[in-house]
């Protein structure tokens, strides 16, 4: 540090190299722990031909550098300045950010688990390990709503720190009215003072270039002075162009999550939330039937279940799964790939019996009702994507247990059977039928 704060300058000196550690010699080869790969990337890049040449004056022989990034969560840097109070004209108590949009709103899944994480952790210790904070993901997948959930909770637990969300395509008009109207100092006075700058949908910078040069300046003066900074897209880095790849490599020394559409399981936990929050009770297997509907896009999700609200409110009664596809029938599509539905098996299977499906969802156990119940639950195990605990909701509310054992006598009783396994056969493209 001594030999090298005079050639470097001590701001530099400061913010690259204090915080490195020497944690071992071995084999003329030293290992240094920094706080993240930014930190490794950009050291590698200004200064590590100076390290090794000052090892080697200091020690007459030649060392070689390794990296280790610190993984330890308690050991981050502190920040280089405390978080300063919000000066009292400053716009950023003005929220800016939905309320709606929090961590105890956004409902984990394997989907979104890492990208959920890093998001809490930065809003505990901003501008320390992730820094800067990548999150991919699909349209509608809750990329917005992580980014305002990060806000929120900074704002709660740092209650002085200035936060500003904004979108990209905002950033970019009050850039160019900013040079318009000779306000470029105060925008990068505004921007630059921020202790964390969440940038949602980074690709409409893309091909901007002026507007993407001032982001990369915002984004040089606050990393240097280890502010946080998050931005989001909507494209995976495979899927831009030479040009979105160029803006998004600058950002990827830091750490990126990447958030895929929620399996099922996720899906129908998603919807109970939801329908928590809106006050709207729903059915467990109109839920169930939402939930394998629609697949891909949790923002439409949504909107089904607030159509769903509206026809409730308007009539009172608790919905039925038809009720419910009719009235999302113009919104759900359909594709051959779409897995079969516990509803469409049941309706199949009730038309084959001649009995009603309300029978077959029901808890009388004369013979007549329970091969067709049975038989439904089994092909319902074999055609669904749907657990044993699923199907047993949507039959009305059966455990687990009593769907398994019908799959395993009725599995007998096709393997015993050929005419009976004929009858599954014909069920099941008959099923198949009606879906499409
Ligand atoms: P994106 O920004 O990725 O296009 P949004 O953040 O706008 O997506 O999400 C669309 C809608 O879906 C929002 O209303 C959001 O609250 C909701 N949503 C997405 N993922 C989740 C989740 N895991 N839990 C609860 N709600 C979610
Ligand atoms: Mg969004």
């Known amino acids: 540090m001594d030999r090298l704060r005079p050639e470097v300058g001590d701001e530099n000196a400061d913010l690259w190299l204090k915080p490195i550690e020497a944690i071992a010699l071995d084999g003329g080869v030293l290992t240094l722990k920094v706080p993240n790969k930014f930190f490794s990337e950009g050291i590698k890049e200004r200064y590590q031909k100076r390290l090794v040449a000052t090892f080697r004056d200091l020690s007459g022989v030649e060392i070689g550098l390794d990296f280790r990034v610190e993984k330890d969560l308690t050991r981050m840097l ?151 900074i998050i931005v989001s897209s909507d494209r995976s880095p495979k899927e831009m162009t030479p040009l979105e790849q160029r803006l998004i490599s600058r950002l990827e020394w830091g750490f990126i999550a990447d958030i895929k559409p929620p399996d099922l399981e996720t899906r129908i936990a998603i919807l109970r939330k939801k329908g928590e929050l809106e006050q709207f009770s729903v059915p467990d297997d109109v839920i169930l039937f939402v939930a394998s509907s629609v697949k891909t896009n949790v923002r439409s999700l949504e909107g089904s279940l607030i159509r769903l609200k509206a026809f409730q409110s308007m009539t009172g009664a608790p919905l039925s799964v038809d009720e419910a596809r009719d009235i999302l029938k113009d919104t759900i599509v359909y594709d051959d790939s779409n897995p079969v539905r516990a509803e469409t098996i049941l309706r199949i299977v009730a038309q084959k019996y001649s009995v009603d499906v309300k029978d077959l969802k029901g808890h009388q156990r004369t013979a007549s009702i329970t091969l067709p119940r049975q038989v439904a639950m089994y092909l319902s195990c074999v055609m669904t994507e749907l657990s044993s605990t699923d199907i047993g909701r949507a039959f009305g509310g059966k455990d687990h247990s009593t769907v398994l054992h019908a799959r395993k006598k009725i599995e007998k009783k096709v393997e015993e059977d050929p005419f009976f396994l004929e009858l599954m056969n014909k069920l099941q493209s008959d099923i198949k039928a009606a879906e499409r």
């Open 78 to 228: 502190p920040s280089s300045d405390p978080v300063p109070e919000a000066s009292p004209q400053s716009d950023f108590a003005l929220s800016d950010l939905n309320p709606r949009y929090t961590f105890e709103n956004f409902v984990i899944g394997e989907s979104n688990r890492l990208a959920r994480a890093t998001a809490e952790s930065i809003a505990k210790s901003p501008g320390t390990q992730y820094n800067p904070y990548v999150i991919y993901g699909g349209v509608g997948l809750g990329k917005t709503h992580l980014m305002h959930a990060i806000g929120n909770a900074m704002r709660r637990q740092h209650p002085k720190a200035r936060v500003l969300y904004t979108t990209s395509e905002q950033f970019v008009n009050e850039y160019i009215s900013a040079v318009q109207n000779n306000g470029l100092d105060a925008f990068r006075a505004k921007y630059r003072s921020l202790d964390c700058l969440l940038i949602d949908d980074i690709q409409f910078l893309i091909a901007k270039e002026r507007s993407e040069q001032e982001f990369f300046h915002t984004f040089n003066s606050l990393f240097d002075s280890r502010k946080q």
